[in-house]
């Protein structure tokens, strides 16, 4: 139903307004993110200018950088080099759990990137404890190098490596006689197997991130005393003698209300409380 023209004003004034008032919204959530932005920018500074002359003051400085990063990225902003500084400054606040975490969610998004693989190698250092693979072979160990390439640039490579094998098969198949020479088909041919198989390679390690993405997805322990259990409740007695640090990564099996049942990195595993932990 059309209205009638004395309501047509009053409607159209009021959905200005609801524009407006929108706009003016968003405004101040982009002002507001730049000012928290900035002031975590800042305190950084002055906790890299601390550092040497009063390590107290610095590692205040430090905690209220992490602090102002984190608040905008609960806010909803989340790219890597933002996630990159909120774990800088964790790190440097002694949050090393926190900004391990912190670096893997950055890793996600800008893989190979050489400041950030530095800086996450230079944290790991500071954990106290260290569950290496013992001479096993675990995924993280196989799965280092094709990391190298970003998530995305995998799966475009696959797409175009598979396109180009069919497109050569479909090609040889409906012109036999385009290749007349064996030897140049021979080469035509393997050079379709070899797209073909660079387009699977690339196809399987996407899929494998999704798979443990979501069914095993990272995690690291974000403070010290963490009690490993045989059990998802504080009854169980303990799986091992002493507990966890913080910064220990593992992966995560299955989740329980308040519980994570975890895989640590020499292939051991039990449960630890979810408030102790971030996952990436």
Known sequence: MIPSRQYLWPLILCAIATVSSRALCATDMQDTVATELQAAQTAYDQG??????????????FA?????????????VTNGKLLYNLGNAQVQA?????GIGSYLQAQRI??????????????RTLV?????????????????????????SRLTLAGMFWIAAW?????????????????ARVLVRRTAWGL????????????SD?????????????????????????????QFAEPLSQGVEFRVLQRRPGWLLIRLGDGKSGWISATQATTA
Not at 94 to 98: A, L, P, R
Not at 110 to 123: E, I, K, R, V
Not at 128 to 152: A, T, Y
């Open 48 to 61: 890299v200018e601390s550092a040497r002359t009063d390590p107290a003051a610095a590692q205040k400085y």
């Open 64 to 76: 209220q950088a992490a602090n102002g990063f984190d608040k905008v990225v609960k806010s909803g």
């Open 94 to 98: 002694k949050q090393i759990g926190s």
């Open 110 to 123: 800008m893989p190979g990137d050489s400041q950030l693989q530095s800086n996450l190698a230079h944290a």
């Open 128 to 152: 106290k404890d260290r569950f290496d693979s013992g001479g096993g072979i675990l995924m993280e160990d196989v799965s280092d190098w094709w990391h190298l390439i970003s998530f995305n």
């Open 167 to 183: 497109s050569i098969a479909a090609f040889l198949l409906h012109q036999p006689t385009a290749a007349r020479h064996e030897t």
């Open 196 to 207: 073909a198989m660079c387009g699977v390679i690339l196809g399987a390690t996407v899929l």
């Open 210 to 238: 999704i798979t443990a993405a979501q069914l095993w997805p990272q995690g690291v322990t974000t403070s010290d005393g963490v009690m490993v259990r045989k059990g998802n409740g504080d009854g169980f007695d303990p």
